[in-house]
């Protein structure tokens, strides 16, 4: 995401912080999307995650910096044409019917591609008369996701799109989306838990913990840069030979340090070696705080 | 045309659990030269993975020579490694196949089948990759 040309993001976030009374619930936050990718935004619970979709989709107004989506500044909604935006509870009135749902659809949105939203539902085997509080969780999200995809959005945000759902209407969600993502080529950031469904799914990664970005790339390339470290059982000192900042964790047992590095380093002491780790490795030691330059 | 198996749990990056069942759908002649092999989007409607693990995996193809991009019209196999005398028709495959049949019917189970050959190919192909 940093080698991407500065003005060509279709979302960027830069410098905000957004304060609840006394607490931020996002500080320092500043990253941006590569055009037509997939990016997974993961962080525990609490990080930040939800406040940051809200805030660019124009819901909130941050307390400090700011927020653009294609080069244009986010203010308060409308949010912009080119954003879409499918919350976590998935948002829809459950006495309506989901043909009332498409009809509400159109004539809240400038921009509404009803043949699109059309053709999503049937694809869902959605019926039209029946009402959205019946339906199964897996129909429920796929009809939000035809709702927001009928506006043709550039970017997608989307808040754990798949979590609650059975393994069969994750399957089907994952096909909509990605679909839709050849066919348009589309930006989309989806925040979630579940790492096998990241690595199958994101190009991108971004890792949020108290309120800000402490991890962010192209999968790949983080693969390719962390290395995990094992050696003998060391005090504080004996990780000299490491470069200033390059340590993300480190895990000490009674005879043996673990250390996961973010570059690859020169040649080791003896008794040290040197793996590639998993991306489940590397995720899990940033959601425990590591990169945050708490260093050695 | 080929169709393409995701193994969640397969700890192997998607990617090349594509290239892998390519290869070998090519060792074992069910993709032969001019076959073209299916478009991103059939992939993507199929598995739903992302549409760029598919490229990926078809340009890891296409450096080892084996497929080739045309823009505008697909990716076609080029190559194929794999030979007539390799194919489970083939002698030396109807006569594995005699082999496992009847180490089937003297009670052994698939582990120790494939405990076996695999002990026999380290010995065998030592040295060969």
């Not at chain 2, 059939?42 to 890891?60: C, D, F, H, M, W």
Request: contains cysteine; charged residues 25%.
């Amino acid at each position: 995401m940093t080698d991407t040309l500065v003005d060509s993001s279709p979302l960027r976030v830069v410098e905000v912080g957004q304060r609840y009374g006394r607490k931020w619930a996002l500080r320092g936050c500043s990253f941006e999307l590569r055009p037509g990718a997939v990016t997974a935004l993961v962080g525990p619970n609490g990080a930040g995650k939800s406040t940051l979709m809200a805030a660019a989709a124009g819901l909130l107004r941050p307390t400090q910096g700011r927020i653009e989506v294609q080069g244009e500044v986010v203010t308060a909604s409308p949010s912009h044409p080119d954003l879409g935006y499918l919350a976590q509870d998935k948002p829809l009135y459950r006495q309506y019917r989901v043909r009332e749902m498409l009809e509400i659809g159109r004539h809240l949105n400038a921009r509404w591609d009803a043949a699109h939203a059309d053709a999503l539902v049937d694809a869902a085997n959605l019926d039209r008369d029946q009402r959205v509080g019946t339906l199964s969780g897996g129909q429920r999200t796929r009809l939000a996701l035809a709702l927001v995809l009928a506006r043709r959005p550039r970017v997608l945000l989307l808040d754990e799109p798949l979590a609650d759902l059975d393994p069969l209407a994750r399957l089907e969600v994952q096909q909509t989306l990605m679909t839709e993502v050849v066919d348009t080529g589309m930006t989309v950031l989806m925040s979630s838990h579940i790492l096998g469904e990241i690595a199958e799914l994101c190009e991108d990664l971004l890792v949020m913990v108290g309120g800000s970005i402490t991890l962010s790339g192209v999968i790949d390339t983080v693969l390719a840069q962390h290395r995990v470290l094992v050696g003998p059982g060391t005090g504080p000192d004996g990780l000299d030979f490491l470069p200033e900042g390059s340590v993300v964790e480190v895990q000490r047992a009674a005879r043996q340090t673990t250390v996961l590095v973010d570059r690859p380093v020169g040649p080791l002491p003896i008794g040290w070696s040197s793996s590639d780790p998993t991306l489940e490795e590397i995720v899990v030691a940033y959601l425990r705080g590591g990169g945050q330059g708490t260093g050695r | 045309m080929i169709e393409f198996r995701i193994d969640r749990r397969a700890g192997l990056p998607t990617y090349l659990q594509i290239v892998q069942q390519t290869r070998q759908a090519l060792l074992l002649g069910r993709l032969r030269v001019g076959d073209q092999l299916p478009t991103a989007r059939e992939v993507v409607a199929s598995t739903g993975i992302n549409p760029n693990t598919v490229l990926k995996a078809y340009r890891e193809l296409d450096r080892e020579g084996l497929v080739e991009t045309r823009v505008g019209a697909g990716t076609f196999v080029i190559a194929a490694p794999g030979r007539a005398v390799a194919a489970q028709e083939s002698e030396a495959g109807e006569a594995l196949g005699a082999w496992l049949r009847q180490a089937k019917a003297s009670g052994l189970d698939r582990a120790e089948v494939e405990a076996l050959t695999k002990a026999w190919i380290e010995d065998i192909y030592r040295g060969e990759r």
